[in-house]
């Protein structure tokens, strides 16, 4: 028996296309603080939305267009910013996390939906994976011990992110209920 292989529908790359715009809107905006060369982006948070919206695999596949769309030199990260030199640099690694960071949330949200426990403990999952590349690769970049780089890359970062996932957890599931419709 030949099965036909399943392609995305226009509702999914439409809604697959928006995210991927929003994050290419929101990404740029950056607060530079001072004890660190990582901003506070929005871009976490456009991800976490996205994984609610369109779920682990699409979500995790705009995370990758994001991705391409900065590499080749749009300036779609933080600080209006692109290119090799970007995911190259001190930042490269959480870049790179947002990848993990979309898969593990978009697993959680996705598996376990309308689950506020498990979407919260995905999105805490997902972006401790995403430190965690950060942290590496900041502290390889930077000379620094991991101890360091947490100080550098991590901490600073916590609240925000914590509101980030509150945020995500409210506005996230009404989002997707009207992606769905």
Not at 41 to 50: G, R
Request: net charge positive.
């Amino acid at each position: 028996m030949v099965t036909k292989a399943k392609f995305l529908t226009t509702k999914q790359m439409v809604l697959i296309g928006m995210m991927t715009a929003l994050t290419c809107i929101l990404g740029p905006f950056s607060i530079p603080i001072p004890v660190s060369p990582v901003p506070i982006s929005f871009t976490n948070l456009v991800i976490y939305l996205s994984v609610y919206v369109l779920g682990m695999k699409h979500g995790t596949v705009s995370c990758v267009v994001y991705l391409l769309l900065g590499l080749v030199g749009l300036p779609v990260f933080s600080g209006f910013s692109g290119g090799v030199g970007k995911i190259a640099g001190p930042t490269g690694g959480y870049l790179i996390g947002f990848l993990f960071l979309a898969l593990i949330a978009g697993f959680f949200i996705e598996y376990f939906q309308g689950k506020l426990i498990f979407a919260v403990i995905g999105l805490i999952m997902g972006t401790a994976v995403c430190y965690l590349f950060g942290t590496i690769w900041l502290s390889a970049q930077m000379g620094l011990d991991f101890i360091a780089g947490l100080g550098v890359g991590v901490i600073p970062y916590l609240p925000g992110d914590a509101i980030k996932i509150v945020i995500a957890c409210v506005v996230g599931p009404k989002l997707r209920a009207a992606a769905r419709q």
